[in-house]
């Protein structure tokens, strides 16, 4: 290992900060605890020094192109954190009066506001804590609006099988059964298998568009009138929404609800797993139903919406109003751009993917949907390597890691097999691009000259291939004082 | 143009390798009546300088009261380190660690996090976060009843002295699984012991124990565990991470213990900031840590056999399992966590306790100066962690608005969350309110209720 744990760096009664303490505690000895935990005992020197150094065994978008499709690694400006970090915004109590955040408050409402007319709709709420939750958030609005029709047979939620796993994973945890439906070959919805799928137990679709395959459902229209004409809601899932601000948007295309990951298209940090951000937005319809709080404005003042405003709400969903510090970034982030900005945002996302789809099919790489235009991201599948070589995508990601790029998303969507998902975003530049288009055909090459070589891959990070079985067999999850490491 | 590095010739040379003459046609899969003309509304782009200049005057007009509020968010003292190492760009802009080998970095800090936090709770695993504490709390109570197969019960008991927004936020999210929440009944700060008999041999999958209590006070956690556990109940045990530097960890409850301890993560280095991001941490048995939600990472070894670290467990998680998944949760907390992980790196235990002791004698001397004030007496015997619940001569709304003009934010009015407390009001010092900040308080509150009520 080439950084030992922080708890190695021991020495009794050692700490690397010294609060002011002069008291003793007034608690009666039966609440009291009795052992030590373990916590490091280190200097604050060594403390900085651990995770610096633990930092820099890390791939980053501040240190690699990282073009992993469906998560948007675009740059995300430093003036974005720097400005969410003053300290008058790091110190509001989150159940501070309206007078001591009226600053805070306008610029959640200017934010809200500013979403609504990306997405096309009527109101948004920001309380979603990640992207999960955004959709948790849609589909329990959905489930709520036919409860309240009394239309109680509305249990089924229809995802088509390209879909990320969250979205079955939250109609199951909303309470709502799944029905998948399948894609054609063209990477658009079967029509025909939806047209079967829908009637009186449909609660609604959750649908990305551009779809996870990387390309433009052209069928929205078709679908939003079928699932619609059977009585069912569509929910829009933004992970995708990079592709298209400013050029069209779910309001336009039908959709009744949304989730926006402001921690991609809004350039929020993804700090390694979170925090995100997933605002929802929903049309007249599902407005009574949002989740509480959200801003409203009174007269000149900014005030919060709660369940007392909103007796229909599906309530709460963090303790206060989910993460603000992410939302400032956002804000921070869609101000810079402003709608020309963010229009332009688009632009060059989807050029650059088409660009990049171009420039490997052109080194006789196989896109999987070649005839499609991609969107913000787009397929290719090496299953003819693996076939000829037994070079899998997941060398391919490993070996591209020893060429300084971070790896793809492999085998995801599930439809397409040995594929890379490959999403370069707008901040990259064709240098860049043309660097990875390299990297790709070098790795090929040795694939059919020494496939054995690129199955060692990576050979230059700070750990080979990790032993994964084991992990999950003789699972090691937290280190126990005296344990060899 | 911010953020976009291409140059015209860039772009031109581009579209002829697509083929395109220019941008628009790339969006030519849109149907025409699908599209739009711009984003109208959305005002002009603003310079970094700008937008500086906007954000600093919003900043100031909201200023930094001083404050003795509470009740789920604390304002400790964050060391400079802790923010200035979280948000160096490798940790700040890195994804979720699926590519273990370019991410051992995120996945080693996880992996202490997950110690500390099993260490503090007196548990056997951690997993790597979840967004906050109320969402925490709902994931336990799922997890409890997923996990609590030998009694099938789809209740859970629940203090009425655990936090009001959590059991909420509970409440909605096991609403669609058909989850429900009963509850206890408190009686002078602490759970009514003779109500629980009476719930004696009506089945529940879990019993939830707050400790420190929402209202502050300890509860009587051994009593009430052993009670849970001669039930066949598993106990869900909601906790302060600070606390627990001085306090028996849940793992040390009773006879045997809590089966899962989680809570609000933000007293670990976490600034308020109007309520996020924090992050929810969640820990349990080994015995349970299949129906965990959420990431987890674990050590092993890589092919010339040294140590190393990768997400492990992951047939539990939605990318794999999609509808069978455990949780909906993808993204956590990571960053938070990270921030969280240096802070106790910084502290230590001597630190952590050192923190705790001063909270709590901070908030004795802030009890003993209110309650000196005519009109002012504390309620609940029970003894308290850093936050208590004083009672006041005439409601408190009027007199904590009267405070805020003054710049001073006095605590959590509970007349709406707890009624048949009269006008309570629930007060909190930590170690960043010295002597000087009591005596301020407890001047205005003794103007103020100085005059006619």
Not at chain 1, 126 to 140: D, F, H, K, R, S
Not at chain 1, 247 to 257: L, Q, R, S, Y
Not at chain 2, 121 to 145: H, I, K, P, Q, R
């Amino acid at each position: 290992m080439k950084e030992p744990l922080i708890f190695e760096y021991e020495s009794a009664g050692r700490k690397g900060f010294t609060p002011p303490s002069e008291s003793a505690s007034r608690i009666p000895e039966e609440w009291l605890r009795k052992d030590e935990p373990v916590l490091p005992r280190a200097s604050e020197l060594e403390v900085v020094r651990h995770f610096t150094r633990l930092s820099q065994l890390n791939f980053s978008i501040d240190t690699h192109f990282y073009p992993l499709g469906s998560c948007t690694m675009k740059y995300n400006p430093r003036v974005c954190n720097r400005l969410a970090m003053l300290p008058q915004f790091l110190s509001r109590h989150p159940l501070g009066p309206v007078e001591h955040g009226q600053g805070f408050l306008q610029t959640m409402y200017e934010l809200q506001e500013m979403l609504q007319v990306v997405v096309g709709m009527h109101a948004v709420s920001l309380t979603p804590m990640a992207g999960a939750q955004g959709e948790y958030a849609g589909v329990a609005m959905i489930r709520a609006y036919h409860e309240a029709r009394g239309d109680h047979a509305r249990t089924e939620i229809i995802v088509p099988d390209a879909a990320h796993g969250t979205n079955p994973a939250t109609a199951v945890v909303c309470g709502c059964d799944v029905v998948e439906i399948p894609t054609r070959s063209d990477g658009d919805i079967d029509l025909d298998r939806l047209r079967a799928a829908v009637g009186p137990q449909t609660a609604g679709i959750m649908l990305t568009n551009p779809s996870t395959l990387g390309v433009f459902e052209r069928q929205i229209a078709e679908i939003a009138a079928i699932v619609h004409g059977a009585g069912g809601l569509l929910y829009y899932d933004g992970a995708n929404l990079n592709a298209i601000m400013g050029k069209t948007h779910p309001g336009a295309m039908g959709f009744d609800v949304v989730h926006m990951n402001l921690h991609k298209t809004f350039s929020t940090p993804h700090g390694g797993g979170g925090p995100g951000s997933g605002a929802v937005g929903v049309n007249q319809r599902l407005q009574p139903f949002l989740p509480v709080p959200y801003v409203q404005k009174q007269g000149d003042q900014y005030v919060w919406a709660t369940g007392k405003e909103c007796p229909q709400t599906i309530g709460r969903l963090s303790a206060f109003m989910g993460n603000a510090g992410v939302l400032l970034r956002a804000y921070i982030y869609m101000r810079m751009l402003g709608a020309r900005g963010m229009q332009r945002v688009s632009e060059f996302a989807v050029l650059n993917a088409n660009y990049l789809m171009a420039s490997l099919i052109d080194a006789g790489f196989d896109a999987a949907f070649p005839e499609r235009r991609a969107s913000h991201e787009f397929v290719i599948t090496l299953k003819q390597i693996e076939r000829d070589t037994g070079v899998t995508a997941m060398d391919f990601a490993k070996a591209l890691l020893d060429h300084g790029f971070h790896a793809p998303t492999t085998y995801f969507p599930l439809l397409v097999p040995e594929c890379l998902l490959i999403e370069p975003t707008e901040s990259e530049s064709r240098h860049t691009l043309d660097g990875f288009v390299a990297a790709m055909i070098s790795i090929r090459d040795m694939a059919y000259t020494d496939a054995a070589r690129v199955k060692e891959a990576p050979l230059t990070m700070p750990v080979r291939r990790l032993d994964d079985v084991r992990a999950a067999k003789q699972p090691d999850l937290v280190w126990l004082p005296g344990a060899a490491t | 143009m911010p953020f976009i590095p291409h140059t015209e010739k860039d772009v031109a040379d581009m579209l002829a390798r697509v083929g395109v003459d220019n941008i628009s046609q790339l969006f030519e899969e849109i149907p025409p009546a699908l599209r739009i003309a711009g984003l109208s509304g959305i005002a002009p782009a603003l310079s970094e300088a700008e937008i500086s200049r906007l954000m600093q005057t919003r900043a100031r007009a909201d200023g930094e009261p001083l404050c003795f509020l509470g009740a789920g968010a604390y304002d400790h003292y964050v060391p400079a380190a802790v923010w200035d190492i979280a948000t160096r760009g490798e940790f700040y802009s890195a994804y979720t660690p699926y590519q273990a080998e370019a991410s051992q970095g995120t996945l080693q800090v996880v992996y202490e996090f997950q110690t500390m936090l099993a260490s503090l709770t007196g548990l056997d695993v951690s997993n790597a976060s979840l967004y906050d504490g109320a969402t925490a709390f709902a994931e336990a109570c799922l997890m409890a009843v997923r996990a609590n197969r030998a009694n099938k019960s789809r209740r859970i008991l629940v203090p009425r002295l655990l936090s009001p927004v959590f059991r909420d936020v509970a409440r909605g999210i096991l609403s669609g699984q058909k989850v429900e929440l009963v509850e206890l009944p408190m009686l002078d700060g602490q759970t009514d012991m003779a109500a629980l008999a009476s719930m004696a041999g009506q089945p529940c999958a879990a019993v939830a124990i707050q400790n420190p209590t929402f209202l502050g006070s300890l509860d009587k956690v051994d009593e009430l565990t052993d009670w849970a556990h001669a039930q066949g109940a598993l106990v869900i045990a909601v906790t302060n991470p600070t606390s627990l530097a001085l306090l028996k960890a849940p793992g040390q409850w009773g006879q045997t213990g809590a089966d899962i301890a989680c809570g609000e993560g933000q007293p670990l280095g976490v600034p308020m900031s109007s309520g996020g991001p924090y992050f929810g941490f969640m820990v349990c048995r080994q015995a349970l840590v299949r129906q965990m939600p959420g990431r987890i990472v674990g050590r092993t070894v890589d092919r010339e056999d040294k140590p190393g670290f990768t997400l492990t467990l992951q047939a539990r998680e939605q990318h794999i399992r999609r509808s069978r998944a455990t949780s909906n949760i993808c993204t956590n907390q990571g960053l938070i966590a990270t921030a969280a992980t240096i802070y106790m790196s910084l502290l230590g235990s001597a630190g952590l306790r050192e923190v705790a002791v001063s909270c709590n004698a901070n908030t004795h001397a802030l009890v003993e100066a209110l309650t000196a004030i005519p009109g002012v007496t504390r309620l609940f015997a029970a003894p308290f962690f850093h936050e208590a619940v004083l009672q006041l001569d005439r409601p408190v709304a009027g007199v904590l608005a009267a405070l805020s003009a003054q710049g001073i934010l006095g605590g959590y009015d509970l007349s709406a969350d707890y009624p048949e407390l009269g006008d309570a009001v629930l007060v909190c010092a930590t170690e960043t309110r010295g002597a000087a900040d009591i005596a301020r308080y407890a001047a205005e509150l003794a103007k103020l209720l100085g005059a006619k009520a």
